[in-house]
Every structure is written in C-alpha cells, then in structure tokens.
C-alpha cells in the first residue's frame, strides 16, 4: 500500500527498526550518514537499499529538510555501495519512489540500486 509522504516521520516503520537493530537484515554497507542492506525481495540479480540515518519520509523530506552534510554523507554513500558491489562497469540502476504514484511502500528514504544483469526499459507501465 503506498504512503503519503506529506505525513510525519513514524518511527516505527520497517526500515526505522532496521537501523535500531530491532530487526534483522543483510548488511552492505554503513558509515555515519548511511546504512545499506540487501532488499528482502530482490527485483534483479542485485537489488541493494540505502539509507540515510536521519529521520526523512522520502527524497522530497530529505531534500527539503536534510543538512548539507547529511546530503552530502548520503550521496556519497549510495556511490560508495555501487562500486562495492562492483556495478559501475558494467552500470546499474538507481530508483527512489515517492508516494502513490511513485509507489513508495516504506515510508522512511530508500534509494533502491539495481545491477547484475540487463535492467530493461527505464518504465514498466501496467
Ligand atoms: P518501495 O516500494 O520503494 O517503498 O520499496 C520498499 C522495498 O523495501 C521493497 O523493495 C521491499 O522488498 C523492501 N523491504 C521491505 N521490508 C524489508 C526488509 N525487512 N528488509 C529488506 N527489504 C525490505
């Protein structure tokens, strides 16, 4: 069911907990900015989330509200997972969904990256 994003932080959504260690998960990458875990329900060969520490809904909070500093550890962060995991040659994907038509499901930011295989066309519409 996709969120609104205009409402306030919940500090109970899946992925607040994820970062509380409250729940478990596969663990990629963390520095003081970011976490990034592997998604539970991989769309591609890799499928990897990022995101930020800070308490933002979506990319339109975090871009409206987030410190330059908390931008910038994040950014960076997202980069430094995709060359991690090895996927700047040959490319991958990233993705942040925002609200309903975005269809954005967990309502704490989440860049999604995809790679490992040939992603297709850019949109699939239903
Ligand atoms: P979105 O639709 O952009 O909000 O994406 C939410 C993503 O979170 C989906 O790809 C889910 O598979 C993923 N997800 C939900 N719960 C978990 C979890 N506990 N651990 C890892 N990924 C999760």
Redesign the pocket.
């Known amino acids: 069911m996709?969120?609104d994003p205009t409402l306030p932080y919940n500090d109970e959504n899946?992925?607040a907990k994820?970062l509380r260690g409250e729940?478990p998960?596969?663990k990629v990458y963390e520095d003081d900015w970011a976490f990034a875990?592997?998604?539970?329900?991989?769309?591609a060969e890799i499928?990897t989330?990022v995101i930020p520490k800070g308490r933002y809904v979506s990319w339109d909070d975090f871009s409206a509200k987030a410190s330059n500093e908390e931008i910038g550890g994040f950014v960076r962060a997202v980069g430094e997972v995709a060359r991690m995991k090895g996927l700047v040659e040959p490319g991958f994907r990233m993705?942040?969904?925002i609200g309903a038509h975005?269809?954005?499901?967990?309502p704490h930011l989440?860049v999604?990256i995809f790679g490992g295989e040939p992603l297709g066309p850019m949109i699939c519409k239903k």
């Open positions: 996709p969120i899946i992925f994820i729940i998960s596969n875990f592997e998604d539970i329900n991989p769309q499928h989330l993705m942040a969904n975005g269809g954005q499901e967990v989440h999604h």
